[in-house]
């Protein structure tokens, strides 16, 4: 080839991939809001009015710019986009202490990141208890202009899942911070975009029309997807629950499983899925059941007692009236305690031909032991005994500017005790906080290994659903449980999923690998909201010295922002 065609080529390949990616602008203001989300009238954060926030919908390669102004009178803010990596912009991640200040009341942030990636995502409010609020949405990443998804469909719908409290954040936190606990118990109601049923779900009752149950009320109604017989659709479901545990399942129709948290799986086919909290599925279902009838589609609680009813979503085949009620009723939930049907469906999520494979071995392996402590009589969560406490700078900015004193300098340990028994209450609940980190050499491969335990009571360990910020991570493996050397010869290393969140079963163990390339401080932490507040979670930092200049608005907060007044930062 002639170097001037060779040239042009190259031109019309990047004009091409110019004009196919775009950047999307967003303005949002975040503010408190009446809403009914299940018939009860609240107040909740909602975005430019809007609950849950607006869905973004872009294409693997789009940059997205949001400009988020914080409406609310009395509180910071901030907004993480789960699920996307950030790799060279690690003061987008929206982790208020972590990756940036929290924006403050009237002000306005930009976030600017690229998503590289299609899949199923969500964002939320990554601040106190901000989530558990109200604050999250939809965030839908096609694959890029010319690309194919490796499976077919007609349709998609998009299903974002989330509990609901009657008490508000504050009444929350302040009762899981006292002296005696007081724990917030479970949800008033489960949602599906942000509607449910308060007090009403309950099959018999709908079947009966009982007034209970406002069915017709814009608010709160099931939702309705529209299908025509014989098609093939795509669920995109996601969950941003605060605290449960959820299985999903629609009534005669099987699923089939096509991603996980961004990632394509092997396909394989269940009648009904778990989904814990920050993670997110693709199914697919074939609409091809007696098109005379509607089914349901139904959310129910598993791994805690639950005490809320299932939600519900009606699958209309058209033309059907969407108010038609399903000859059968909704599906039934597996028993909460059934953690060999939860183990089985996590068994079966493996990784599509063509994903990426792990490195064959780690450099380094941190064991993390999850324990329910007290520190001075104050119920907390700790990781290897110690309880995460955020410091007012955010690490990202005091970590690159080598500030002394903004965080505990000490080093968590890798390791706890090898005669722990994670069977047993702790011997000695006493527990310490801390805001010290985890510093990982650049490029490096990691695996931590998660080591549930018994909680402080007497035979209760619970499920905790880990989410890494800033990467993808392999599942390796999971067992139960004390974690041995040995259980290292059984690990996946041929076909594992790759995710962003992954399951700690009850008195059992999960192994990860990920490698540390992507330069900046990142959050891995059990995704319930309320473990979250209380401590259970660490901090990663990686190639820190890689990350190129922080946006001034990132760090203007702490010592950091003293920093700046004084001498201006490097
Ligand atoms: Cu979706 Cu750090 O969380
Ligand atoms: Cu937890």
């Not at 601040?127 to 194919?148: F, H, T």
């Not at 098609?231 to 941003?240: E, F, G, Q």
């Amino acid at each position: 080839m002639s170097s001037l065609l060779y040239v042009s080529c190259i031109i019309s390949l990047l004009l091409q991939a110019g004009l196919a990616s775009k950047t999307r602008h967003f303005k949002w203001e975040v503010g408190y809001m009446y809403a009914s989300p299940d018939c009860e009238e609240k107040i909740l954060l909602g975005i430019n009015g809007q609950f849950p926030g607006p869905t973004i919908r872009a294409r693997a390669g789009d940059t997205i710019h949001v400009e988020l102004k914080n409406a609310l009178h009395t509180e910071g803010v901030v907004i993480h986009w789960h699920g996307i990596r950030q790799y060279g912009t690690p003061w987008a991640d929206g982790t208020a202490s972590i990756s940036q200040c929290a924006i403050n009341p009237e002000e306005t942030y930009v976030y600017r990141f690229q998503v590289d990636k299609a899949g199923t995502y969500f964002y939320h409010g990554h601040y106190g208890m901000q989530r558990a609020a109200g604050l999250y949405g939809s965030l839908i990443v096609e694959v890029a202009d010319g690309e194919e998804e490796p499976f077919h469909y007609d349709g998609e719908f998009n299903l974002l899942l989330s509990d609901w409290y009657h008490q508000s954040i504050y009444d929350q936190m302040v009762g899981l911070s006292s002296k005696p606990f007081r724990w917030i118990g479970e949800p008033q109601s489960l949602l599906i975009n942000g509607r449910g049923q308060y007090n009403c779900s309950l099959a018999a009752h709908l079947m009966e029309g009982s007034s209970t149950c406002k069915l017709t009320s814009n608010d709160c109604a099931p939702v309705v997807l529209r299908v025509l017989p014989g098609k093939t659709y795509r669920l995109r479901v996601a969950s941003t629950t605060s605290l449960s545990s959820l299985n999903l399942a629609i009534g005669n129709h099987k699923m089939m499983v096509v991603e996980a948290d961004g990632n394509y799986v092997e396909p394989f086919i269940v009648d009904d899925m778990d989904v814990y909290s920050g993670e997110s599925y693709s199914v697919l279902i074939n609409t091809d059941q007696n098109p005379s009838s509607n089914y349901w589609l139904s959310v129910g609680v598993r791994g805690r007692k639950p005490n809320t009813p299932p939600a519900l979503a009606i699958i209309n085949y058209q033309p059907n009236s969407p108010s038609k009620l399903p000859e059968s009723s909704p599906p039934v939930t597996p028993e909460w305690n059934d953690y060999n049907h939860s183990k089985s469906f996590s068994s079966k999520i493996l990784a599509r031909q063509g994903t990426p494979k792990p490195p064959s071995y780690a450099e380094r392996q941190i064991a993390l032991l999850n324990t329910q402590n007290k520190i001075n009589g104050y119920i907390k969560w700790s990781i290897n005994n110690i309880s995460l406490a955020l410091p007012p700078t955010p690490y990202l900015g005091s970590m690159r500017y080598h500030l002394k004193n903004a965080f505990d300098p000490g080093k968590p340990p890798d390791n706890f005790p090898s005669d722990y028994d994670v069977m047993k209450p702790p011997k000695n609940p006493n527990s310490t906080q801390s805001s010290n980190a985890y510093v990982i050499q650049f490029n490096s491969t990691v695996d931590v290994i998660l080591q549930n335990a018994n909680a402080l009571a007497d035979n209760v360990s619970e499920i905790h659903p880990w989410h890494l910020h800033g990467h993808d991570f392999w599942v390796l493996g999971y067992g139960d449980e004390r974690f041995e050397e040995k259980d290292s010869s059984q690990f996946n290393l041929k076909n594992p999923p790759l995710r962003n969140t992954v399951v700690i079963f009850p008195y059992g163990w999960t192994a990860i690998r990920f490698v540390a390339d992507n330069p900046g401080v990142w959050a891995f932490h059990c995704h319930i909201e309320p473990h979250l507040h209380m401590g259970m979670g660490v901090i990663f930092a990686e190639g820190v010295d890689h990350v190129r200049r922080i946006p001034k608005e990132a760090i203007t907060c702490g010592m950091t922002a003293n920093k700046l007044m004084n001498n201006g930062l490097p």
